[in-house]
């Protein structure tokens, strides 16, 4: 089950040449520099990019576009969302919500009630699109298109108007929609942390040209996002233990144990998997177990290789910890101190407060 986009684009710098196949499931972010083409793609997959009549796209082996083929975006039953919302300025919030709901299919998993709540829209039902600020705007654009019943979100920029604590609430709001209703989702974001957060897919776009595509993990592997973001992520479960009384959580890793806050909106759900986002500037190494620290987090992993970092002074390390990869930034010095080489045994830390996370659920 695959979503697969094949078109020779001409803009304004460049020509768009993609021919990707990615997942028709899950969360897949296109990420790549400002004006490399990644709105012009998700135009061309939503069916309204102009001058894309040669493209082909097929989503889980129906043709939306091709030689002699062009369905249209409403066949398509597409959740779309533009960087700057389309609402209808002459319709109240509620009856912008209403035009998707309307036109969706009866069976209709997501329910109003529970999208309006989520979204935050019950006092604005009533109010126009220009009584909002942008990032209310946003919101209604996003959950118009959720109560479209799409079989396919696409989003661009969705929450770019939202404040910090806002934005983060969305993101882990759409990770948790798209695990619970099978509703894949593709979406542009130039906040890379949060692609980090909740996508499974990468594709990486320079000068309208696919340089990388694959999973999450490998991705954040290759450059130029690998010394762009120096970033790893842990796929880690919720510990069977009693949990502590202190809001945190224990979580485990390949066996080993470790401890974050616990986020204040996520429900308790012992079948929780929890991705963490570790930043290799937040790891620290050492060769022995440290006693009396305050880092809770101490985890045995192996060096498995390293590369100079973006600053002569700074070394990136490439671990292995509980089967899984993990970058570390240290200093030159540091590594030649502890002498550190391929294989070598190490003791991770990681202190909890530094660690982001997102919480999927059990499908």
Known sequence: MTLRVRCTLPLRH????????IPSQGITAIVGPSGSGKTSLLQVIAGVQSGAAAAEVSFNG????????EVPLHQRRLGLVLQHPSLF??????????????????????????????????DLLQQYPAQLSGGQQQRVAFARALLAQPQLLILDEPFSALDDEARQYFVN?????SDRYNLPVVWVSHQLTDVAQISDTLVQLHEGQVIGCGPLVTELQREPLRSKLALSVLEVRRSS???????????????????VPRPQWQQEDADATVRLRVFARDVSLTRELVADSSVQNQLMAEVITSYPAQHPAERVVQL???????LALITTSSW?????????AVVVHLKAVALHETFRERL
């Open 336 to 344: 030649q101190r502890l002498d550190l080489r391929e294989g070598t």
């Open 320 to 326: 292995r910890v509980g089967g899984q990869p993990l």
């Open 62 to 69: 129906s043709l939306w576009q091709g030689q002699r083929c």
């Open 14 to 21: 460049f020509a768009l040449a993609v021919d990707v196949t």
């Open 241 to 259: 233990l009693p949990q502590t009384q202190d809001h945190s959580w224990q979580l485990q890793l390949g066996g080993q144990q470790l401890v």
């Open 173 to 177: 709001y759409l990770r948790r929609v």
């Open 89 to 122: 300025p002459q319709l109240t919030v509620a009856e912008n919500l209403r035009y998707g709901w309307q036109r969706a299919p009866k069976q209709r998993p997501l329910q109003w009630h529970e999208v309006v709540q989520a979204c935050g829209l019950h």
